[in-house]
């Protein structure tokens, strides 16, 4: 049983494009935190909107037979052979995060980015992101767009050649629908209280952050506004409004750049369970005072309750009992 609780709250601008998603599912034994950003080549007739609802519905329809990790795995490699036959031309990055009671276990494919704020306030990358590509691929690709327009920029055969300059320090050399040569990016860690998790895609990390291929320590100086972004708030919520208010200041106030683009984060601050020292001890960790006391408090619940209102004894109870009486007749051998 967790004795720690996620407070979690998504923050999420998909007015650009409309190819991000967020996702939280439960599985039968916990729970699957997802973000996802959709993307194009133009290859197809498809976009990235297309595979981010084949993602949503697959999760949607299946997380309920996700008992454990490999399971996770296996339903993320077989959307990607999926998506890859019908949404030609088209793909997604996705991250996210299985939780079952403590234990955590954090995927990812592609760019969408998993921040870590340790208890001691350092923000450190959970996993590697997929942003290399090869000088091959990205000639296919920079050449398929020969005569589109992306970014407001028509790709002609004279400047196709930045498109591949472009492929090369920003593309993705894995993400879903991009076919066989497919992987997932993946971790297992417990989670621990007083820390916070975040996971966004590169429309929220970009404008705050530098560009980080390696899991890892992130430098303060190369994130300031995420370090002040995670540690100025207690709660989920809190830190999905400064989120929000923290990209108008950059904009507005600020006067910067940012580069328009679909944003969603979701932040998960793990805390302690405060009422799990409500809960009943574990009956082996006991002495034999505290089960002889524990075990007449139970019975004079029952005597009080009883002298107002017929009452039967409760399953749990009963069974609260039974273990209290067998370890002190254990212990008392």
């Not at 007449?296 to 749990?316: A, F, P, Y």
Request: glycine content about 6%; some cysteine.
């Amino acid at each position: 049983m967790s004795d720690l609780v996620v407070d979690w709250k998504e923050y999420f601008d998909n007015d650009c494009k409309g190819e991000d998603m967020w996702g939280h599912y439960r599985t039968p034994n916990g729970s699957i935190y997802l973000v996802v950003d959709g993307a194009s080549n133009h290859d197809g007739t498809k976009t990235g909107a297309d595979v981010v609802r084949l993602i949503h519905e697959r999760f949607r329809q299946e997380s309920s037979n996700v008992l454990h990790s490999s399971e996770l795995r296996d339903l993320i490699f077989s959307i990607n052979d999926e998506s890859s036959r019908v949404n030609e031309g088209a793909y997604a990055a996705l991250a996210g995060v299985l939780q079952r009671g403590n234990n955590l276990y954090a995927f990812g494919v592609g760019d969408v980015a998993i921040i870590a704020k340790k208890a001691n306030g350092k923000l450190i990358q959970v996993l590697p992101l997929d942003l290399s590509m090869q000088e091959d691929e990205a000639e296919r690709r920079a050449k398929s767009e020969i005569g589109q327009t992306v970014n407001n920029i028509k790709i002609t055969e004279e400047n196709y050649t930045q498109r591949i300059k472009q492929y090369m320090n920003h593309g993705l050399s894995n993400a879903v629908g991009l076919g066989e040569e497919f992987n997932v990016n993946y971790m297992y860690f417990d989670a621990k209280a007083d820390t916070a998790l975040m996971v966004a895609t590169d429309g929220v990390t970009d404008p705050f952050m530098e560009p980080q291929r390696d899991a890892g320590n992130i430098l303060k100086e190369n994130a300031e506004k995420l370090y002040e972004l995670l540690a100025a708030n207690s709660s989920a919520e809190a830190a999905a409004l400064a989120l929000e208010d923290m990209i108008w200041e950059t904009r507005v106030s600020q006067r910067q750049k940012i580069k328009p683009d679909d944003r969603t984060a979701l932040f998960m601050f793990i805390n302690q369970d405060k009422g799990s020292s409500k809960r009943d001890k574990n009956v082996n960790s006991m002495s034999n005072p505290q089960l002889a006391a524990e075990l007449l408090n139970k019975i004079e619940q029952q005597k009080s309750s009883s002298l107002d209102v017929e009452v039967s004894v409760s399953t749990e109870d009963l069974e609260r009992m039974s273990q209290i009486t067998k370890e002190l007749v254990r212990k008392l051998k």
